[in-house]
T-cell receptor, first 110, second 113 residues
């Protein structure tokens, strides 16, 4: 299974942009890059996904490197409600295992 | 409303007893998953199922069992063989296509005393 690597934690100031990196050097051509976030004592929630092109939605933007070996989740203006654990995972069209790593703990300071 | 429901939210059991956690979805999803989460840790995959009457072991299946007799339901049994069952258990479901999102339940916190 292709794996992802994320920093253990990051800190941001409220109202500032946040760039959360993810490395996935063994990604295959058909793997989709997904991001989820988890608030304390809750189940994870979907944030965004992409294959090759950059993606935007109401929650965030996803920037994917040209070689697809890394990606960055961008929160344009962090709020205190964005403090969570952010998971970057790869989803392939065969196994459908949905394997999560340790994620990045995002702390937002007011 | 469509969604995925786990019950109960909190569960207490005595050591040595088997316990079954419920997971139901009405999203018409083919795939369902069970994860375990320990304090301060990420999600670890226990079992997953891509279709009714079929399921595969994840990374930490020992001491757990599942069934998938109906598309909507994927119960997880924590058996007495699981040495450290106290944890937060999460169920998820999704379509099988890789460009679709997974939906998670709110979790069951199991405490074995």
């Amino acid at each position: 299974d292709a794996k992802t690597t994320q920093p253990n934690s990051m800190e941001s100031n409220e109202e500032e942009p946040v760039h959360l990196p993810c490395n996935h050097s063994t990604i295959s051509g058909t793997d989709y890059i997904h991001w989820y976030r988890q608030l304390p004592s809750q189940g994870p929630e979907y944030v965004i996904h992409g294959l090759t092109s950059n993606v935007n939605n109401r929650m965030a933007s996803l920037a994917i490197a040209e070689d697809r070996k890394s990606s960055t989740l961008i929160l344009h203006r962090a709020t205190l409600r964005d403090a969570a654990v952010y998971y970057c995972i790869l989803r392939d069209r065969y196994g459908n295992k949905l394997v999560f790593g340790a994620g990045t703990i995002l702390r937002v300071k007011s | 409303d469509g969604g995925i429901t786990q019950s109960p939210k909190y569960l207490f059991r005595k050591e040595g007893q088997n316990v079954t956690l419920s997971c139901e979805q009405n999203l018409n999803h083919d795939a369902m998953y069970w994860y375990r989460q320990d304090p301060g840790q990420g999600l670890r995959l226990i079992y997953y199922s891509q279709i009714v009457n079929d399921f595969q072991k994840g990374d930490i299946a020992e001491g757990y069992s599942v069934s998938r007799e109906k598309k909507e339901s994927f119960p997880l049994t924590v058996t007495s063989a699981q040495k450290n069952p106290t944890a937060f258990y999460l169920c998820a479901s999704s379509m099988r296509e890789p460009n679709t999102e997974a939906f998670f339940g709110q979790g069951t916190r199991l405490t074995v005393v």
